[in-house]
């Protein structure tokens, strides 16, 4: 069964760049969530859906930041303009029930954002 | 080696001695904890897992205590090896979805 894959492993880009980040859960996985870690911190929330739904968009930093899921299946993060802040790197997981079920992590994209 | 109070960022260890991460949770309401283990260049790794009814749980060199007394959590693992060198992450699950993490401990093994 192949795990979470995200697209792409690295990415740099200017201060004022749009940079879209792409996710594929495990196959079946309803749920789908968006962490990341910024400059050695706590990984930190960002979203959570529940296949196309959005249920919770608590921890995206501002509307820079758009996430979505078209169809439940794969999912996007676009940030547009990216500042220096948004350096970090970006996870992606899904679980396949919601109620503390393991969440499986893909291996981030790291952005550097210059 | 142990990680010793609320948490150190490293931890070095011997190969072959037992290891011993701590880690403190934020909320008492929290009610399922996860262990994940980090390598370089890697995402987060599932390693175990336990639940707010029970104090202990062992999995394959691992064993996992919950202190719910003073929210304290901490990962044994035993015979520590080179390949348990990575980057170590307590989280708690709230809400059934959202995790928490901790700031992690970074496990040096020596040979």
């Known amino acids: 069964e192949a795990g979470v894959t995200q697209f792409p492993s690295h990415s740099v880009i200017e201060k004022g760049q749009t940079v879209t980040l792409r996710c594929d859960p495990i196959?079946?996985?309803?749920?789908l969530y968006w962490y990341r870690r910024v400059m050695g911190k706590e990984i930190k929330f960002l979203l959570h859906?529940?296949?196309?739904?959005?249920?919770?968009e608590s921890g995206m930093p501002n509307n820079r930041f758009l996430a979505e899921r078209t169809g439940g299946t794969y999912s996007t993060l676009k940030v547009q303009p990216a500042e220096l802040e948004d350096s970090g790197v970006y996870f992606c997981?899904?679980?396949?029930?919601?109620?503390?079920?393991?969440?499986?992590f893909g291996p981030g994209t790291r952005l550097t954002v210059l | 080696g142990e990680s010793v109070g609320l948490h150190l960022p490293t931890l070095s260890v011997q190969e072959g001695d037992n290891s011993i991460i701590n880690c403190a949770y934020s909320?008492?309401?929290?009610?399922?904890f996860i262990w994940y283990k980090q390598e370089s260049g890697k995402g987060p790794q599932f390693i175990i897992d336990?639940?707010?009814?029970?104090d202990k749980r062992q999995g394959q060199r691992v064993t996992v205590l919950l202190n719910k007394t003073v929210k304290h959590l901490s990962l044994q693992i035993a015979a520590t090896q080179p390949g348990d060198s990575a980057v170590y992450f307590c989280?708690?699950?709230?809400?059934?979805?959202?995790?928490?993490f901790g700031a992690g401990t970074t496990v040096t093994v020596r040979a």
């Open positions: 997981a899904s679980s396949l029930r919601r109620t503390s079920d393991t969440q499986y």
């Open positions: 196959s079946g996985h309803d749920n």
């Open positions: 859906f529940v296949k196309e739904s959005k249920q919770d």
């Open positions: 909320n008492s309401a929290s009610d399922y």
């Open positions: 336990i639940r707010s009814n029970m």
């Open positions: 989280a708690e699950n709230m809400n059934d979805y959202k995790l928490s």
